[in-house]
């Protein structure tokens, strides 16, 4: 991001413990220190002190608690603001901005306890303007298109941008090559064209010929996760009152699997979201709450404040 210009927080990469610990202390805080490598969603610490910031990186260096992810690491400055996930399609040459969504990674309400996956989302950011669509796509999302197709690896598919809006402008925080989740379940709703005819002119890599359209609708979807998930937790729960749910409501499964006497039982942390469109996000919100007590399994846990936007506020 820094050679090609997209907008980032100030980071510095170490392989060196020593380096990266003496850059540490001259560093302000808030400050995150990254692994530069998978971690199950575990590497990133957000410390608010130095010396926070020093054991974070010792544990991730020197006692490699994310094994090889640990051999390098990025120290970087802390952003603050809003988070989104900005979704496109490219077929390495033309890049179409998908539709937009936030997504509440803590497990409990108000961004309490550890971070998940994801407990739920809602499309599109409240906050997201016309004006601030189309910086994203000229600032970010174009231009790490073409960086890659300049580095000799053009990319084709969904490149997913998590992006924060923060008081200097919007900026990128990292970047997956893939769609995410549970924003997918907020997003593909509102597709009105056939995502195979996408997916082909992505290969095809003609999806300059592509006219996509979407709703206007909002569409929201709440996380139902099995309890001391992110922690352990126990599966094989039935699930039931799948289908007491209204028509236009859609269930997405993820962690379940189907039982010996073809019952849905939970096989997962993360094990189904519940999904309403809707034509405002509130509207969309209750729908979701309506239907959601309807499904039950010992021990669920979900999100009351998914898509609250006066909580969001707060
Ligand atoms: N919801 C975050 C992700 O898919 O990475």
Known sequence: MQKYGIPCANSASFSEYGQAKEYLQQQKTPIVVKADGLAAGKG?????????ASD????????KAF????N??????????????CFAFTDGKTVIPMV?????????????????????????????TPTLSQTVKETILQPAAKAMAEEGRPYKGVLYGGL????????????????????????????????????????DGNLDQMDIEWSDDACVGVVMASGGYPGSYQTG?????????DKDIVVFHAGTKVGSEGQVLTDGGRV?????????IAEAREKVYNNINRIHFESCHYRKDIADLKARAK
Do not use: W
């Open 44 to 52: 990133v610490i957000v410390a608010d002190s130095i010396s926070q």
């Open 56 to 63: 974070a990186l010792a544990n991730i260096m020197e006692a």
């Open 67 to 70: 094994g090889a992810a640990g």
């Open 72 to 85: 390098k690491v990025i120290i970087e400055e802390c952003l603050s603001g809003e988070e989104m996930s």
């Open 100 to 128: 937009s969504a936030c997504d509440y990674k803590p497990v409990f309400d108000n961004d309490q306890g550890p971070n998940t996956g994801g407990m739920g989302s809602y499309s599109p950011p409240h906050f997201l």
């Open 164 to 203: 924060m809006v923060t008081d200097k402008g919007v900026k990128a925080l990292e970047f997956n090559a893939r769609f995410g989740d549970p924003e997918t379940q907020v997003t593909l709703p509102l597709l009105k064209t056939d995502l195979a005819d996408i997916m082909l002119a992505v290969i």
């Open 237 to 245: 729960f039935p699930v039931t009152g799948l289908n007491a749910v």
């Open 272 to 280: 189904l979201t519940v999904v309403a469109t809707g034509s405002t």
